[in-house]
């Protein structure tokens, strides 16, 4: 049995005290938004106390399009394999900045907000990452042309800037239940910034500058538009240390979710002790300030070992009493292969060699899928 809380929280300071820990584990934080809705504050509630015995189970796109289907109404890849959605969907608002119909992997946006409010419904967590363009150069979010600086207040660029977070924030206050009450989100910007794949990344703008950015984006959503539905995740690629990762880390008035992506250590059990560390460090540095520890992004493209997800995947997470303490794990999408390309796939599908393997990886005691859920939102 999951075991949830329904409490009632004030607005000025969140505090959650679960019974039968120790005063060491009961954690006073205070969120990003102090005015955040009853239902978020309840969803930062429950990840914090479901990840004491369980993690959730989440997969980007998985709604929208599978291995070998598109659009099919109440389909995920991962349905077909277990019988359950994932606990948490992931999705991506990429192109919103210029105000296209569809993201960068052609999901179209009004479908993607009715594929939220379905997982909102059917109990599940919702987190929304964001690769806008450079809007120096024009090019993709993997076009390293610098330009933190110039979207910055001041600078050459901000007043476009602006104009993308105003497309931006239209799309969140569309993100409402049938009923017009907002849906809470998990934001998770600027995202592998300690790498420099990324315009936003390492070696492209300053740590100083990069915090301006997550500060501007924050308060902007927050103060200016007035969004109180989310909850801000920060989320490096891996990284070598403490210091490394928090080098960026914009501080705790600015983050509720302290996670990580992890593509590089998950190949194989040879470096489970390079994944092991990184988990190990995520879940301590969150739990001294009172944020959500996660796997924010993670996976091995096409699944080629038929046991990875128990032998390597879930036996990384559950390595021991820290490492299993992460409130969820995120594989990435599933692309079509007529539509999209072919073997870029992170979730089997049905008929896949590690489809069985997935099954046990569902089964175990320490994984939650949607149909595991308690009520997330009371």
Known sequence: MVRYLTVLLPAALLTS????????????????????????????????????????????????????????????????????????????????????????????FDDMQQWIREGYEGGGVITISWHPDNPVSGGSAWDTTPAVPDILPGGSEHEKFVTWMERLSDFFHGLQTEGGDPIPVIFRPWHEMNHTWFWWGRELCTPEEFHELWRFTVEYLRDEKGHRHL?????????????????????????????????????????????????????????????????????????????????????????NETTRRIAWAQVWRNANHETDRENHFFAPYAGHTSAENFIEFRNHPLILFEDDLPDMYN
């Open 17 to 108: 005290a679960f019974s039968g820990c120790s005063p060491e584990d009961t954690i006073t934080p205070r969120l990003v938004d102090p005015e955040a809705t009853a239902e978020t504050r309840a969803l930062f509630v429950n990840l914090n106390e479901i990840r004491r015995d369980h993690v959730l189970f989440g997969h980007q796109d998985a709604l929208a399009y599978g291995v070998h289907w598109m659009r099919e109404p109440g389909r995920s890849d991962v349905k077909d394999v277990t019988g359950s959605h994932p606990a948490l969907y992931g999705w991506e608002v990429g192109h919103i900045e210029h105000g296209a119909g569809e993201n960068l992997d052609a999901v179209n």
């Open 231 to 319: 909850l801000y995740a920060y989320s490096p690629d891996r990284f070598e240390s403490s210091e490394h990762y928090l080098e960026r880390y914009p501080g705790d008035e600015y983050v509720d979710i302290m996670g990580y992506d992890d593509y590089h250590s998950l190949h194989s059990a040879d470096t489970r002790d390079e994944f092991v560390r990184q988990l190990e460090t995520v879940v301590t540095l969150a739990e001294e300030r009172g944020k959500i520890p996660a796997l924010t992004e993670s996976g091995f493209n096409a699944i080629p070992d038929d046991t990875w997800w128990t032998d390597v995947y879930l036996a990384g997470i559950d390595y």
